[in-house]
């Protein structure tokens, strides 16, 4: 009886503290992580400082706004003054 206790408390632990697993996603030998762009929350004047004036800019689109600037390498996305998003370019 113990036994079968002590086997269904166990069984009962590992169901309920199962596992959790993340990934980090690599395109095309681009690790997003590390690749050199803006970072979530910069400013557009922090973005322009560091990487100069993009190659072109999308007008502000939606509720909340939302603009992009493009790069020779990415493309950043702006909510009003700050960066959502930086996407690397194929």
């Known amino acids: 009886m113990l036994r079968q206790s002590i086997t269904a408390l166990l069984l009962t632990i590992a169901l309920v503290t ?3 697993f993340a990934d980090t996603l690599v395109i095309q030998g ?3 992580q590390n690749a ?3 970072s979530r929350g910069m ?5 322009e400082s560091r990487w100069g004036q993009p190659a ?3 007008a ?4 909340p706004p939302i603009s992009s600037w493009e ?5 950043v996305y702006f909510e009003y003054d700050h ?6 370019k194929r």
């Open 18 to 20: 199962g596992t959790a």
């Open 30 to 32: 681009i690790d997003a």
């Open 36 to 38: 050199d762009s803006p």
């Open 43 to 47: 400013t557009q004047s922090a973005v």
């Open 56 to 58: 072109s800019k999308k």
């Open 60 to 63: 502000p689109v939606g509720d």
């Open 71 to 75: 790069y020779g390498k990415f493309v």
């Open 83 to 88: 960066v959502i998003h930086s996407v690397a």
